[in-house]
């Protein structure tokens, strides 16, 4: 039986995760009403995934007999400025959820819940691998600027993203 700190921690963390697939919806709309269909597509997927996070989660915590406690989810913006402040806005939201891993990780090791523990290790790893992923895409957005050709490249790049 999980404990009601850990609980409420791994709570949370759900709506976080929720909060981000939200996050991740609007700068999709966002950028599609921008006409960057590829960049929209990858939001998109990217909030897929966020609710493949949350529900991960919310099956562990069944799994040790916890309660689920769903939450309110904040209403995210509708205005996101150009696509690169998109994804830098983007790249800051993973650092923040790394940071959140982080701290639920900690915890568990705190509290001597193995069985969370290791389930944590699977979103720490796949923290490195969103802020690699986002990074990157930064970086090529800082590097092409958004007035020539190249940013219309990346977005076709961004539209091949597979679907989860
Ligand atoms: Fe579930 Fe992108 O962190």
Redesign the pocket.
């Known amino acids: 039986m999980i404990s009601l700190t850990m609980q409420n921690a791994l709570n949370a963390q759900i709506n976080a ?1 929720q909060a ?1 697939a939200q996050l991740y919806l609007a700068m999709s709309a966002h950028c599609d009403g921008k006409s960057f269909k590829g960049f929209a597509h990858w939001l998109k997927v ?1 909030a897929s ?2 609710t493949m ?1 949350a529900n991960k989660l919310i099956d562990f915590l069944l799994d040790r007999g916890g309660k689920l406690e769903l939450r309110a989810i904040p209403a995210p913006p509708t205005e996101f400025g150009s696509i690169t402040q998109v994804l830098e806005a983007t790249l800051a ?2 650092k923040g ?1 790394t940071a959140k891993i982080n701290a639920l990780f900690e915890l568990a090791r705190s509290e001597k819940d193995y069985a969370s523990e290791i389930a944590l290790q699977w ?1 720490v790893a ?2 490195v691998e ?1 802020e690699a992923n986002v990074g990157q895409i930064v970086d090529h957005l800082r590097a092409v600027g958004e007035q020539g050709g190249g940013i219309w490249y990346l977005d076709s790049k961004m539209g091949k993203r597979a679907l989860v």
Do not use: D, R
């Open positions: 995760e981000s990217q995934e966020e996070h939201h993973e959820i979103y796949e923290q969103e």
